[in-house]
DNA sequence: TAAAAATACTCCATAGGTATTTTAT
DNA sequence: ATAAAATACCTATGGAGTATTTTTA
């Protein structure tokens, strides 16, 4: 009999069955599963994340059930890792991580990084103006992380027409602005 | 006033408000979140969710609302990304298919695959005992990787002990073992 | 036997559903 | 006018807590 052959056919595709496990999982138990691993021992665990000791236990045990894995080892002393557990324990790190990538991007955008916002200006308005408008209009509007291009004053109204970008700076009314910033003669819309 | 500086301080650490955010996230709602990205429609996407559209448009809502950021634009045709929508989307991706991982690699763990097996045996038994009753001991306990090492019985049996291994075949009684597996004059003890 | 985990049971918050209203083109 | 999204309201499920029992070394 050949050892080798064990260690084949381990590349699998997720069948429906897994696709459907797939929703049983959630954030709060790989959270706790986490912290259970850090711990080993569910009580402490329980307590550093603010929960229920009997909480924790039945999110563990259900989670195993789920899956029909055993992920820890029960001692008198506390949990122990199984090697399911750690193959858990490695992609739960890494799932959170993400997830926590997630808080802080919205958290940029909610403070005001709208992510790249174009802008279209003539050059007028960019040697002359520009400077206190800008300062002002980020003042009113957030941090912004601006692609400014230089454009004579008619292809900075057609720019916006055509989504090429999401500020104009000129010296021609416009309507169905969003919002707009005025000075002595120019006039920041938004769109 | 230098355009450049407004592209700096772009780099941040999760601060404890943002920590705290990180549990606002979850999966069902990135799931969601994706979907309604998918179809560019609501609606739509609750019915391919098999979810009332209500129940996601509230999702949709809260979740924007909870970050202070505005994921979509909403058109009488449907729904649209804004920046910070593109920004989520990415990472939700990667996070739901890290999710499938989970799922996937659980459900190898559930079918048997538990991992990696370290195996002690001494010389003899390797050639003349284990083929067959190594597909003997696979069909009882399923599927394994196996890492096998050739060792003298006694320290098969000090190996395990040590926690070196988890199954020793040697000539010798053993106690404590968990399970056998008992041939003509060789035995396995699996701990 | 002592520390830790699991269970039994209760209660409440939340998430989903139905029906309706509001919005946008 | 119409399709789509948001809101209001109700209900029920499930997740957390307290108290207790079971397990493990």
Redesign the pocket.
């Known amino acids: 009999m050949p050892l080798a052959s064990i260690d084949d056919d381990l590349q699998r595709n997720p069948t429906p069955a897994e696709a459907a496990l797939t929703r049983r999982v959630?954030l709060?138990?790989l959270r706790?599963f986490v912290a259970?691993c850090d711990?080993?021992?569910?009580?402490?665990?329980?307590q550093r994340e603010?929960?229920?000791?009997?909480?924790?236990?039945?999110?563990?045990?259900?989670f195993?059930l789920a899956f029909g894995v055993t992920l820890?080892?029960?001692?008198?002393?506390?949990?122990a890792l199984t090697p399911a557990g750690e193959a858990l324990l490695h992609h739960a790190r890494v799932t959170l991580l993400n997830v926590e990538k997630i808080a802080v991007e919205l958290s940029e955008y909610s403070q005001g990084v709208r992510g790249h916002v174009r802008m279209l200006a003539n050059l007028s308005a960019i040697v002359q103006y520009l400077p206190e408008d800008l300062s002002a209009f980020f003042g009113a509007h957030g941090l912004l992380r601006v692609d400014l291009q230089e454009r004579p004053s008619g292809q900075v109204v057609r720019g916006i027409e055509e989504g090429a970008a999401e500020i104009g700076i000129c010296s021609a009314e416009a309507d169905n602005a969003r919002s707009t910033f005025s000075t002595t003669d120019t006039t920041i819309w938004s769109w």
């Open positions: 959630d709060t138990t706790l259970v711990e080993q021992n569910l009580t402490r665990a329980a603010g929960i229920a000791a009997s909480a924790v236990s039945k999110r563990m045990n259900d195993e820890f080892k029960r001692l008198a002393k506390g949990m």
